[in-house]
Nanobody, 123 residues
Framework: QVQLVESGGGLVQAGGSLRLSCAAS????????MGWFRQAPGKERELTAA???????YYADSVKGRFTVSRDNAKNTVYLQMNSLKPEDTAVYYC?????????????????WGQGTQVTVSS
């Protein structure tokens, strides 16, 4: 059972930056694909960025060039660096994990979830 705890959300002005962190309890963290999802009010949850167990990365078109996902396997932690934030980035951001045998860029199959952290970008 993988337990995930996000941190780093908050209120920021448009154009600003935030870094989200997600700490995992699992000793075999390095074998899991990790994803960052977000859900805005009234919208479906979407896969925003993901990183494979081997370091491959995926970004949704809406965040390419602005967001960077990374992982530190020694610390069992995955990060999402968010730059040039826009009001439309406002959402609850969730960290998720799934087995490394599946495709990390596929939103399906993520079966371990954090509690979410609110990101609000003011205009």
């Amino acid at each position: 059972q993988v337990q995930l705890v996000e941190s780093g959300g908050g209120l920021v002005q448009a154009g600003g930056s935030l870094r989200l962190s997600c700490a995992a309890s699992e000793r075999t963290f390095s074998l899991y694909h990790m994803g960052w999802f977000r859900q805005a009010p009234g919208k479906e949850r979407e896969l925003t960025a993901a990183i494979s167990w081997s370091g491959g990365t995926y970004y949704a078109d809406s965040v390419k060039g602005r967001f960077t996902v990374s992982r530190d396997n020694a610390k069992n932690t995955v990060y999402l660096q968010m730059n040039s934030l826009k009001p439309e980035d406002t959402a609850v951001y969730y960290c998720a994990a799934k087995s490394g045998v599946s495709r990390y860029f596929d939103a399906n199959g993520y079966n371990y979830w954090g509690q979410g952290t609110q990101v609000t970008v003011s205009s």
